[in-house]
């Protein structure tokens, strides 16, 4: 999808006359004066970047109805360039020193892209392979062994029993407050 970007250089619709333009770019920018006037400063200004082809047109349409003609150009699209390494040279016969290359990868030879990635030349890393589709990469784990729990100092209650905590022997019954009355 094609991406676009707004500007404006000055340029006034025919018959627009350049107080009029400001006045309306600045209601419709909701803008200053100052910023109304960089727009006019002679200079390319992007307005706004990045725009779908929709809405490039609302902004150029909005403009041309202010009186300005606004610029519209494609966006220019970055590709990343990369330098593929070359093919590797023939297969090792398989033998017994190939298996063993296989369970223990060399360290990788990268050529930095930039400086940036010029930092991590020096770093010792392991090759590591890419498994085939399907493989399960984790560790095989030996099945968990269930806790051995000792339960044999319990009991069960019997059938209807009352669950709640059993009364101690120093809990005194409630006294009898029926016979009291508050006078005023």
């Known amino acids: 999808m094609s991406r676009y970007e707004i500007a404006f250089s000055g340029e006034l619709a025919p018959g627009a006359t350049l107080e009029q333009v400001e006045a309306n770019l600045a209601r419709l920018f909701q803008a200053d004066a ?15 970047q990045d725009l779908d082809h929709a809405s490039v047109e609302k902004y150029r349409q909005a403009m041309a109805r ?21 093919p590797p040279s023939e297969p090792a016969p398989p033998g017994p020193s190939a298996a063993s290359s296989q369970t223990r990868p060399g360290p990788l030879n990268v050529t930095p892209r930039d400086e940036y ?40 209650a019997p059938v209807g029993s009352d669950m709640s905590e059993r009364r101690r022997a120093t809990d005194a019954p409630v006294p009898d407050t029926s016979h009291l009355k508050l006078v005023d």
Not at 66 to 84: D, F, H, Q, S, Y
């Open 66 to 86: 202010a009186g300005a003609v606004a610029e519209v150009r494609p966006m220019p699209v970055e590709v990343e360039e990369i330098e593929l390494a070359p």
């Open 34 to 48: 100052q910023r109304i006037a960089a727009l006019f400063s002679g200079r390319r200004v992007v307005i706004k």
């Open 117 to 156: 990635m010029a930092a991590f030349a020096d770093v010792e890393a392991p090759d590591f392979g890419i498994a085939p589709v399907g493989a399960d990469l984790q560790d095989a784990r030996p099945a968990a062994q269930p806790p051995k729990v000792d339960i044999s100092q319990f009991s069960l």
